[in-house]
T-cell receptor, first 116, second 110 residues
Framework: NAGVMQNPRHLVRRRGQEARLRCSPM?????VYWYRQLPEEGLKFMVY????????ESGMPKERFSAEFPKEGPSILRIQQVVRGDSAAYFC??????????????FGPGTRLTVT | QKEVEQNSGPLSVPEGAIASLNCTYS??????FFWYRQYSGKSPELIMF????GDKEDGRFTAQLNKASQYVSLLIRDSQPSDSATYLC??????????FGSGTRLQVQP
């Protein structure tokens, strides 16, 4: 049973370029979350999506960042015109459909973005 | 501001001892609590979750929740050097987004 998949695992971009991070949830999971972990800091929530819907984007920076989870294919986190401060590990997590209070989130291996 | 607080450590325990990791949270609306283990350079791995007051045991791990005191803890019995990692406490509410603490670094000395 494959876990959460993310690619690429490592991504290097020059300032001003675009970064696209992809996430495929675990089989049977319909909820996807993106988190960012800056060096030596904790995980910060960015956005929560279901298929074709953004449910909660309260943690997303207002500019340059966007996310989608199309009907077919992986979820995409897109960062336009990257800056050095965007260098971080970006983790995707998925959870199964809600059953009571149960919504454990399982993390993918992450994409480590380096902006030069 | 919803916060989850953890002592950053490092918490150092000898092999075979019990490691006790603690976490407090500020949002009384939090309903669910999670413990993740994160090795350096790796992704968080879910090891325990708890929704009700009291204790929940799974192998060498016991999670404890006290909603009145807004306190969550994780006990690791018979600690092994392979348990050395950063342990992240997280809380969740109706929004489903998790709020993470900054983590406690555990070192198990052989």
């Amino acid at each position: 049973n494959a876990g959460v998949m993310q690619n690429p695992r490592h991504l290097v971009r020059r300032r001003g370029q675009e970064a696209r991070l992809r996430c495929s949830p675990m089989k049977g999971h319909s909820h996807v979350y993106w988190y960012r972990q800056l060096p030596e800091e904790g995980l910060k929530f960015m956005v929560y999506l279901q298929k074709e819907n953004i449910i909660d984007e309260s943690g997303m920076p207002k500019e340059r960042f966007s996310a989608e989870f199309p009907k077919e294919g992986p979820s995409i986190l897109r960062i336009q015109q990257v800056v050095r401060g965007d260098s971080a590990a970006y983790f995707c997590a998925s959870s199964p459909p809600l059953v009571g209070n149960s919504y454990e989130q399982y993390f993918g291996p992450g994409t480590r973005l380096t902006v030069t | 501001q919803k916060e989850v607080e953890q002592n950053s450590g490092p918490l150092s325990v000898p092999e075979g001892a019990i490691a006790s990791l603690n976490c407090t949270y500020s949002d009384r609306g939090s309903q669910s609590f999670f413990w993740y283990r994160q090795y350096s350079g790796k992704s968080p791995e879910l090891i325990m979750f708890i929704y009700s007051n009291g204790d929940k045991e799974d192998g060498r791990f016991t999670a404890q929740l006290n909603k009145a005191s807004q306190y969550v803890s994780l006990l690791i019995r018979d600690s092994q050097p392979s348990d050395s990692a950063t342990y992240l406490c997280a809380s969740g509410g109706g929004r489903r987004a998790l709020t993470f603490g900054s983590g406690t670094r555990l070192q198990v000395q052989p």
